[in-house]
């Protein structure tokens, strides 16, 4: 994921001749950032080539070597749709935000039929063939997800903090939220009666991540009441602290 290559490539930035290098860096998972693409490129002097998907393997999109985003059209038809909600980002000339909609090719257990993936993408309004000589059809960019980095008090990143969820029994839907340096706000929809063994249990697995000097909050909300950005996207990690607090 581009937030853990991110990390790495800060801590091999502070070695000088630190010899490694790649002839290619796969990105996927969340988005790619403009900066994180710049500073990894430059660190392992090498190039990425990003890509976008899901478990539920409906659709998938990756860039060639010119640089493009295509979409294999043999692993999935893909369409596109208005997004439910509204969409803030109109300020790239000749796109406009659509949602992705997939139906798997490829998945021949559990296919899926014109899948909502809740996913967003910039669709050129005047797509150009790539020169690369691929023949499927491409797309102006990914919005997708960003996936934040939790800071700890001692300035170690945390990319993975999310997988708590997944290990905690009883929680239907989860979002952390770190507000200063020193507190996490932990927002949690259960689906069990055990409340504060439910807490205790979360509580453990996020400090056996962040320490004993974290202050973390639990709070039991709906699902209407979890945070979402300005698109309108959820974010299961959403930090208020910046990259660079990990260089002080």
């Known amino acids: 994921m581009p937030s ?3 990390m790495l490539a800060l801590v091999l930035n502070e070695k000088r001749q630190h010899g490694i290098s790649f002839k ?3 990105s996927q998972g969340e988005n790619l950032l403009q900066y994180q693409r710049d500073f990894i490129e430059k660190v392992f002097s090498s190039r990425i080539f990003d890509s976008y998907g899901q478990m ?4 998938a999109i990756s860039q ?3 640089g493009a985003y295509h979409i294999h059209s043999d692993y999935g038809i893909t369409e596109f749709e208005d997004p439910d ?3 803030g980002q109109k300020d790239i000339k000749n796109n406009c935000v659509k949602e992705i909609i997939g139906t798997s090719l490829y998945n021949l257990s559990m296919p899926l039929i014109r899948y909502q993936t809740g996913d967003l993408i910039n669709l050129n309004l005047s797509p150009q063939k790539c020169s690369c000589g691929r023949g499927f059809p491409t797309i102006a960019s990914i ?3 960003n996936t934040d980095t939790i ?3 001692d300035r170690r990143a945390i990319t993975a903090l999310y997988t708590v969820f997944d290990r905690t029994p009883g929680i239907v839907m989860g979002q952390i939220i770190q507000q200063d340096i020193n507190q996490l706000l932990v927002k949690i929809v259960t689906a069990t009666e055990d409340a504060d063994g439910t807490d205790s249990l979360l509580l453990d697995k996020i400090r056996n991540f962040v320490g004993t000097a974290m202050h973390i909050n639990i709070e039991h909300v709906t699902m209407d009441e979890m945070q979402k950005d300005n698109l309108g996207k959820f974010k299961v990690v959403i930090s ?3 990259y660079e607090k990990i260089l002080e």
């Open 4 to 6: 853990n290559l991110y």
């Open 24 to 26: 290619g860096i796969f």
């Open 56 to 59: 539920e393997r409906t659709a």
């Open 64 to 66: 060639c070597p010119l």
């Open 85 to 87: 909600l509204p969409v």
């Open 143 to 145: 919005v997708g997800r």
């Open 151 to 153: 800071i700890t008090p």
């Open 240 to 242: 208020n602290i910046p």
